[in-house]
């Protein structure tokens, strides 16, 4: 692993991780024809069907995942905003994607877009961490402080 090692290193001490089959990205892939990052592909082989310190959308859960990348393009244009490039939805929750760019970087930056925000907060729309690793490190700090 190049950019997952911690959460590596989590999942064999906790076991509550559970990742996807090589096979099952390639598919999503194809479908969205699209090329993941690898930091993000390493998160999914090791847990992308589970990953307890946070509820990303189950990888496996395809219906819900295509539906919510799907469903994302339509929430941006009724609130009228407009992302610069390919992306991908790792999470939605209480009107917000989070997501990053299919950009070519290996371990791109995660945005939040808080649709619902749009007008009434200034930062609606922001860097969540510098990279996806981060991203995954984070949470699995966040979730240390609480998994007593």
Same mark, same amino acid.
């Given at each position: 692993?190049?950019?997952?090692?911690?959460?590596?290193?989590?999942?064999?001490?906790?076991?509550?991780?559970?990742?996807?089959?090589?096979?099952?990205?390639? !598919?999503?892939?194809?479908?969205?024809?699209?090329?993941?990052?690898?930091?993000?592909?390493?998160?999914?082989?090791?847990? /992308?069907?589970?990953?307890?310190?946070?509820?990303?959308?189950?990888?496996?859960?395809?219906?819900?995942?295509?539906?919510?990348?799907?469903?994302?393009?339509?929430?941006?244009? +009724?609130?009228?905003?407009?992302?610069? /490039?390919?992306?991908?939805? !790792?999470?939605?929750?209480? /009107?917000?994607? !989070?997501?990053?760019?299919?950009?070519?970087?290996?371990?791109? +930056?995660?945005?939040?877009?808080?649709?619902?925000?749009? /007008?009434?907060?200034?930062?609606? $729309?922001?860097?969540?961490?510098?990279?996806?690793?981060?991203?995954?490190?984070?949470?699995?700090? $966040?979730?240390?402080?609480?998994?007593?």
């Amino acid at each position: 692993m190049q950019y997952q090692t911690k959460l590596e290193h989590w999942a064999k001490k906790h076991q509550n991780c559970l990742g996807t089959k090589e096979q099952d990205i390639a !598919i999503v892939e194809q479908e969205f024809n699209i090329v993941f990052p690898q930091a993000y592909r390493e998160f999914l082989l090791i847990a /992308g069907e589970q990953f307890s310190p946070y509820s990303l959308l189950g990888f496996k859960d395809w219906i819900i995942r295509k539906k919510v990348n799907y469903l994302a393009k339509e929430w941006l244009v +009724k609130y009228n905003i407009e992302l610069d /490039g390919n992306y991908w939805v !790792i999470a939605e929750e209480e /009107g917000a994607l !989070i997501y990053f760019f299919l950009n070519g970087d290996e371990n791109p +930056k995660v945005y939040i877009c808080e649709m619902e925000n749009k /007008g009434y907060l200034d930062n609606w $729309h922001r860097t969540v961490t510098d990279t996806f690793s981060e991203f995954i490190e984070d949470q699995i700090d $966040h979730y240390k402080k609480y998994d007593r």
